[in-house]
């Protein structure tokens, strides 16, 4: 059987799908890396809802996609970004998912960390910035997960130099309760967070970043670098205080910053380890027994749809998560909160389907073909 998928330039092209999955079992623990898959959050798909209308989600189907990423030995990185949180997904909805998952994560004995921000303001003064973490650190907090501090939106709008993202950041590490992870994420993933850390020039803002760090090495667990840029996250972790992790969050780059070189390695708290979860934790596996050959040789295939899913604008990288699960299975519908789901174009999504399904990343590759199928007749599409 073969499929007519639509390419970028408009003509029609003939693919012809697996017939099987790739066969991975769940397995031991991981020894030698911390990993976390951020995870996307399952619309309620008979919602009555508008986009701009608070997010209706289907819980049962979202804790279940959990459920699946703990099963293969993953960690799940929740409410952050993947999760739609400032693009559909609002503080509200965060802290019920924060909850949900933490109180999920205890009922399976499964690693979580959360993310903490300050979405449920806009703007306001630093002193209400530090108001808005603090209410969302406490929910994190009190259900059991690690935090996630996720840069702010409303810091970056009105901090006037590094000097108050030290003050921040200063009192908040100075107040958790447990140590933290760091969050800086880049503004391809958030045009809105330009400047992080007080500085346009990356340079400037690493220094920033890094100083937070060592001021209080106790309190933090570890940083979590999504700017896709391997260079830099090296000279990062280079850097570190002794016990402070880096944990990769390039998409582009991950195989190598994984496996690491004679100076160290990065672990992992990654959003395409969302759909590449058993395949993904097949390679950590088998990195734990020291064969990082066989780790690259297992992982660096994926880099090409990893690439395509967060290309610019890489924000909406969220649609091709939500639709590869879907194809996959994990839920029975193509709908996001807020409307998500037409962010990318139906060439972009047929492209994902094929480098997905060369990876038998599908563990029923006839369903999701089938879907694909009826996805692309909406469009018109004929087989």
């Not at 949180?85 to 998952?101: H, N, P, T």
């Not at 590869?324 to 972009?348: D, E, I, K, N």
């Amino acid at each position: 059987m073969t499929i007519r998928l639509p390419s970028a330039g408009g003509a029609l092209r003939t693919y012809e799908p697996r017939t099987g999955p790739l066969v991975i079992s769940s397995g031991t623990p991981f020894s030698s890396r911390t990993v976390f898959s951020a995870a996307h959050v399952v619309a309620d798909p008979y919602a009555d809802v508008s986009p701009d209308a608070p997010a209706a989600v289907d819980w049962d189907a979202t804790l279940a996609f959990r459920r699946h990423l703990w099963s293969h030995g993953l960690g799940v990185a929740e409410a952050m970004d993947t999760a739609q949180r400032g693009m559909g997904l609002d503080w509200a909805g965060a802290a019920e998912l924060v909850r949900r998952s933490a109180a999920e994560a205890r009922s399976v004995g499964g690693r979580i960390a959360c993310g903490v921000g300050t979405d449920q303001i806009t703007g306001g003064s630093l002193a209400e910035i530090r108001a808005a973490y603090e209410e969302q650190l406490a929910v994190v907090e009190e259900s059991g997960a690690r935090a996630i501090l996720m840069a702010s939106r409303a810091l970056a709008a009105v901090a006037s130099g590094p000097e108050d993202y030290l003050e921040v950041y200063g009192h908040l590490l100075r107040q958790a309760a447990e140590p933290v992870i760091l969050h800086w994420l880049g503004p391809m993933f958030d045009p809105a967070l330009e400047g992080y850390w007080g500085s346009p020039d990356l340079d400037a803002a690493t220094e920033v970043f890094l100083e937070v760090v060592a001021a209080h090495p106790d309190k933090v667990d570890g940083i979590k670098v999504s700017l896709l840029d391997a260079r830099r996250e090296i000279g990062l972790r280079r850097r570190l205080p002794h016990g402070v992790r880096c944990y990769t969050g390039d998409d582009f780059h991950y195989p190598e910053l994984i496996a690491g070189d004679d100076q160290g390695f990065s672990h992992a708290l990654l959003g395409i380890f969302d759909p590449l979860g058993p395949l993904a934790a097949e390679a950590v596996r088998v990195l734990d027994t020291g064969n990082t050959a066989g780790f690259r040789a297992l992982l660096d295939p994926t880099v090409e749809l990893s690439r395509h899913l967060f290309q610019a604008p890489t924000r909406f990288y969220k649609t091709g998560v939500v639709f590869l699960a879907w194809l996959a299975g994990h839920q029975g519908h193509f709908t996001m909160v807020g409307g998500l789901q037409s962010a990318r174009s139906l060439p972009h999504l047929a492209r994902a389907y094929e480098l997905a399904d060369g990876l038998g990343l599908f563990p029923d590759p006839k369903l999701a073909e089938e879907r694909m199928k009826n996805l692309l007749a909406l469009y018109g599409v004929d087989q």
